[in-house]
């Protein structure tokens, strides 16, 4: 047995260089006690809008008021539907629930694992107020089919970017494209905070405005509330954090597409094992690098055995989840989402990643996929 130890996810490594650089930046946070929202989380807003290509951004606790936010900001609520997709984290669900509105699930595309646009239409209904698409994994949901149909059936989309923070779709960046872009700086993200935070962006100036009134407990001036709000700041220490962080973010970004492309080289070919595609439309991030295998519980298991370090994502699609039981979906309801779920096996992924980990990934998990003599 190997004792090589390549982990998931190498947050180290990738902190150890900017460490001394974020402190500082922290350390400036503390000596000005700028702790709730403040100057350091809109110096991360206006740089990050810069980076997204739209004009505001608003930054807020996680990637799960993201959406929420987004969702009341523009006028979702009881009696309204959202089409997205069951292949994804739960908060893409939960956020449009606790908006009271329902979700309506959509399978995914089974060569990019974003919302299949083929299938949309047929899940609209008179109640439908909007489109979440999720760039799942990185990679960004075919997006021109989803806008041209929203603007037919008067629908806004959201996209939840929260995997996508660099992504391009025909140059342009994902969270640019909807009518709102929702990210998560979660510390494993692309672009991770230091802790929780979140962001939206957009290019709407009313609906900012909706965006960070909401997130001040509905007041655009201290102590009187034009609506009920909540308490949605990011901390200032996330945005100083988040601030030095960006600008390594397209090394970073670039980094994990090394990794990516390397992985694709060593394993092509390798008969059951199907590579994830990258869509000729854009650019992901590759935020998880997933294959698909028959036997993924056992590999999962002797992999992690031999200290290689993967993840599913996700194990579960949302429509199965015991929490959503009462939506009434079966299994059977969306093949593409169940195969994947049964299957996506996640390798380790990380920009400092290097050819020599990667190659005893590839080697260990070929020895394991290796028929046994
Ligand atoms: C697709 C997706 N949506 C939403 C979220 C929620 O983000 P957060 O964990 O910052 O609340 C995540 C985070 O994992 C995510 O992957």
Known sequence: MSTSKIPFLDLKAHHDPIRAEVMAAINEVVDKNAFAGGPYVTRFEEAYAAFCETKFCVGVGNGTDSLWFSLLALGIGPGDEVITVPMTFMATAEAITYAGAKPVFVDIDPRTFTIDVTQIEAAITPRTRAIMPVHLFGQCADMDPIMEIAARHKLVVIEDAAQAQGTLYKGRKAGSIGHAGSFSFYPGKN??????????????PALRERLVMFREHGQKKKYY???????????????????????????????????AARYDALLAGIPGVLLPAEAAYGR????????RVSNRDTLLQQLGERGIGCGIHYPVPVH????????GYGRGRFPVSEACA???LSLPMYPELTDAQINTVVHELKECLAPVA
């Open 191 to 204: 672009l991770g905070a230091w802790g929780e935070a979140g962001a939206v962006t957009t290019s709407d």
């Open 225 to 259: 509330h034009d609506v009920v709000g909540w308490n949605g700041r990011m901390d200032g220490i996330q945005g100083a954090v988040l601030s030095v962080k960006l600008k390594y973010l397209d090394q970073a970004n670039a980094g994990r597409r090394r990794a």
């Open 284 to 291: 992901s991030i590759y935020h998880v690098y997933a294959l």
């Open 320 to 327: 199965l989840q015991n929490a959503y039981a009462n939506l």
């Open 342 to 344: 049964d299957s996506f």
